[in-house]
């Protein structure tokens, strides 16, 4: 791999796969980046992607960024989840309004529910509610059938939902 198609490649796809990395880190932008740097050095070890047409490489570099991101949420698994500084000061502000807790309190507990489901509930759920892909896209993105998109988009949800009833967020 020559260093001007990498830079190529990188010029032409970093911005999307930042962006598809950004909406899965739950807001982490160093986690976004760190892993989009790693989805790039990845295709370094790869250099049929660069010989192939340019739209063909951006599916390619998604799986590998999903796979990357799939691995570190699993080594997360383990540990406890980690509170910032940013989240504490909001709820121990005196100013701050009753319902922003709510909320805080609700995104963490769909952010539990979410982390409850199995990898592949959860990409489908993010590919299809977060990422707003299409069905077909979806499939592509993942690599499965459509039928096992919407399969898997189905017990997910029931999932989901069987969770957030046990928080007491939905009837």
Known sequence: MSEVQFRRLSAMHRTAVLSYLAKRTFGDPQ???DLTQETFLRALHHPEILSADRQSALPWLYRVA???LIDHLRSRRHRPVEVGSDDLDMVFNESAAANEID???TSWSVRSALASLSDQHRAVVTQIYFEEHSVNAAAEILGVPPGTVKSRCH???RSLRSTLREHQLVK
């Open 31 to 33: 986690l976004a980046e």
């Open 66 to 68: 999903r796979n990357l």
């Open 155 to 157: 017990y997910a949800l």
């Open 103 to 105: 909320l805080l309190l």
